[in-house]
């Protein structure tokens, strides 16, 4: 998967595997919130995507609420 990925940021799916782990999210929306927190975004606009608190700094705002 690394070599199909390699646009990603260095650690995006090491830091998804741990989110994957810890908070139990689908590997594939957690592989959207790493990728987000190892390139230093701040707001991550999805109505499917579940955030939570140990996501900090990042926020994930629903735009339809």
């Given at each position: 998967l690394c070599s199909i990925w390699s646009c990603?940021?260095?650690g995006v799916l090491d830091r998804?595997?741990?989110l994957h782990l810890a908070h139990g999210?689908?590997?594939?929306?957690?592989?959207?919130?790493?990728?987000c927190l190892e390139s230093c975004v701040d707001?991550?606009?999805?109505e499917d995507v579940p955030g939570t608190d140990a996501l900090s700094p990042l926020q994930v705002?629903?735009?339809f609420l």
């Amino acid at each position: 998967l690394c070599s199909i990925w390699s646009c990603h940021p260095p650690g995006v799916l090491d830091r998804a595997r741990e989110l994957h782990l810890a908070h139990g999210v689908s590997f594939w929306d957690v592989t959207i919130l790493a990728s987000c927190l190892e390139s230093c975004v701040d707001v991550l606009y999805s109505e499917d995507v579940p955030g939570t608190d140990a996501l900090s700094p990042l926020q994930v705002l629903n735009p339809f609420l």
